[in-house]
């Protein structure tokens, strides 16, 4: 017994240096980390990177991985970046940590060209975090406007269902939000010119897909009975996979249908805008 608490005992004197050191060290760290801050305020990004990355060397914490990927993006060195963000959600503590690094990281997707994938992203985020920051809901509805506004192609439903970030980085359900936005009070498309069943249908016969099974989820926006909502959402539902089996027999026992209603809007705002992309008909795989 004796002799065990003296090895206790031992081992705590031994580590207290290697403690003293890390102090120091994630002490210097922080000055390097100011100053890269200062240089990154100045617009000298290659110089900011240069002192973040040493302030990295000394002390590798979600601060500085965090910075480093806003310094890297801000240079759009996009790639860069994403290695940065997804280091900063490693060392993150608490939910609120984790959502910033994910809304970062989803900022740099939408810079690349996978803005679907950033948007389910950013949604994420904004669910995840505590009070999330303005900017991560601002940043979701541009992205998700100008997805209203473009045509549903089978390159960026299948890009969705298929281009998954990291396991390690975040816990992701594959899925693609069919901005077919509905008319109010009504299973009608409010842009049919924008849903081409054959496209869908390209998409969720992609080789990477075969034998899963998606469930398409309707939407309404938050006006009305939520009980009516309900049926209305999932007759949404119904009418999109109607459209899709028409084309493709063989996909109907693999398309289920849901019907949320106004339990899962992507805005709380009351403008036209926000109601419009609420009503929506999502595709996820199972």
Known sequence: MI??????????????????????????????????????????????????????????????WYLLGQAEFYSESYEPAESAYIEARKYAEGDDQVALAIARYAEVRDAMGY????????????????????????????????????????ESVTRALTILPPKSFHKYQPKYSLRLNFEFDSEKLANPEAFNPAVIVEALKNKELDNKVFTLMGHSDVRGDENYNEGLSEKRA?????????????????????????????????????????????????
């Open 3 to 64: 002799k065990n608490i003296i090895k206790i005992s031992l081992l705590c004197v031994l580590t207290l240096p290697s403690v003293a050191v890390a102090a120091k060290d994630c002490n210097e760290a922080q000055d390097y980390f100011n100053q890269g801050m200062e240089a990154g305020r100045s617009g000298n990004w290659d110089q900011a990177k240069s002192l973040i990355r040493e302030s990295i060397d000394l002390c590798g914490k979600f601060d500085n």
């Open 115 to 154: 803005s679907v994938e950033a948007v389910n992203l950013l949604h994420d985020a904004r669910e995840l975090h505590s009070d999330p920051p303005k900017w991560i809901s601002q940043l979701a509805l541009n992205i998700d406007s100008e997805l209203a506004n473009q045509p549903v192609t089978g």
């Open 238 to 286: 119904r009418a999109i996979r109607q459209a899709i089996v028409e084309v493709a027999p063989e996909l109907a026992p693999r398309i289920k249908t849901l019907g949320k209603g106004e339990t899962s809007p992507l805005y709380e705002g009351n403008s036209e805008k926000e109601h419009l992309l609420n009503r929506r008909v999502e595709i996820a795989v199972d």
